[in-house]
């Protein structure tokens, strides 16, 4: 089985950065791609940023363009999140999922595997 391990979180006032991290273990080979998520108490699940696999594309929801950067370390078998500008409209916990092609990079349904989530707060 894989596994998906968020961490990075915290509390941060506006304007700040955050990296976030997403660390897989287990069997991981059948990734395509790994998405980042956020949700905010009574909201949907919102689309952040993702990269596939394949050729390390990247992917930003239209609010994380600019300010988001989606990376991954082969090595440390991680994927990052990094975010600038931070405004309180960003807070939010945040998961990372591992997915597959048969859905939209943005459509969280696509993804199989889900890390337990990391809170971001973005203070006034």
């Known amino acids: 089985q894989a596994q998906l391990v968020e961490s990075g979180g915290g509390l941060v006032q506006a304007g700040g950065s955050l990296r976030l991290s997403c660390t897989a273990s287990?069997?991981?080979?059948?990734?395509?791609?790994v998405g980042w998520f956020r949700q905010a108490p009574g909201v949907e699940r919102e689309f952040v940023a993702a990269?596939?696999?394949?050729?390390?594309?990247?992917y930003y929801s239209d609010s994380m363009k600019g300010r988001g950067t989606i990376s991954r370390d082969n090595s440390k078998k991680t994927v990052y999140l990094d975010m600038t500008s931070l405004e309180p409209e960003d807070t939010a916990v945040y998961y990372c999922?591992?997915?597959?092609?048969?859905?939209?990079?943005?459509?969280?349904?696509?993804?199989?595997?889900w890390g337990q989530g990391t809170q971001v707060t973005v203070s006034i």
């Open positions: 999922g591992a997915g597959s092609p048969t859905s939209l990079y943005s459509d969280y349904r696509g993804y199989n595997f």
């Open positions: 287990g069997h991981t080979f059948s990734f395509y791609r």
């Open positions: 990269i596939r696999f394949t050729d390390s594309r990247t």
